[in-house]
């Protein structure tokens, strides 16, 4: 289900509230049926596309698959899962892989995932759940005061068409913290990687500042697939390797 406000001459617009998915940005696809070398020339000339399978019984969703490991490992930052309650629960697996990183590998002893779910039910299906959200903006304000609240979206709000920006536009001036909505319904693609697009979508969007001094020996590194402290360290430890 693409965003509606889907524009395919704006590849990134952060006018937009957020980004084309996978599909429609870059051709990409899970399914392909042909030779790999047929592949590899049919992605060059970018003629991939998502084929409508009879059964799929495997696959990720938007939303847990990648979004909840990356936003969750934020530090500062506290989580609103605006769904039904099931839809946040991977956070409670990553919570307890990183509790798991003994501090002697880097994890910071007071390392903590914040997260709250607004529950949503089948009434707030049929009336909405914008004082919901609204509410849990203040909770989360209230409990973590962190630096930022991410919104996730999850496939009941977007499937109701839940006005986040507009909740967000309200509940803004109330709460110290940068509010950042990220469209993630699971719904939303079959590519769990769109996830990677509307997360930054909403991060540059909201929370990235243009610089005012670069500083010509610093690379900032975002890690695509960050499952586990342990990666951290052996990316720091390859990097490390080229100075
Ligand atoms: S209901 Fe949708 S958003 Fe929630 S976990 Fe399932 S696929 Fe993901």
Redesign the pocket.
């Known amino acids: 289900m693409p965003p509606k406000e889907y524009d395919p001459d704006h590849k990134i617009d952060l006018d937009k509230n957020t980004c084309p998915n996978r599909e429609q940005r870059a051709n990409g696809t899970n399914v392909y049926y042909g030779k790999a070398t047929q592949l590899i020339e049919d992605a060059k000339a970018g003629k991939t596309k998502c084929f409508d399978r009879e059964l799929q019984q495997t696959s990720g969703?938007?939303?847990?698959f990648y979004l909840t490991v990356r936003v969750s490992t934020i530090r500062d930052a506290a989580i609103i899962y605006h769904?039904?309650l099931?839809?946040s629960s991977s956070s409670l697996g990553y919570r307890e892989i990183f509790r798991s990183v003994p501090p002697e590998l880097g994890r910071p002893e007071k390392f903590e995932l914040n997260w709250i779910t607004t529950n949503l039910q089948q009434s707030d299906v049929v009336y909405g759940a914008s004082e919901k959200l609204k509410n849990a903006v203040l909770e989360a304000q209230k409990r973590y005061d962190p630096k930022a609240i991410f919104i996730l979206t999850?496939?009941?709000s977007g499937v109701i068409g839940e006005d986040i920006e507009g909740a967000v536009n309200e509940i803004q001036p109330e709460v110290k913290a940068k509010i950042v909505p990220v469209h993630c319904?699971?719904?939303r693609s079959r590519l769990v990687q769109t996830g990677y697009d509307a997360f930054w979508h909403g991060v540059l969007k909201y929370l990235v500042k243009k610089p005012e001094k670069k500083q010509k020996d610093l690379v900032n590194v975002a890690s695509m697939l960050s499952y586990t402290w342990q990666d951290r360290l052996e990316i720091k430890r390859l990097l490390g390797k080229v100075g």
Not at 61 to 64: A, D, I, M, R, T
């Open positions: 969703c938007v939303l847990n769904g039904p099931g839809c999850t496939c009941t319904e699971g719904v």
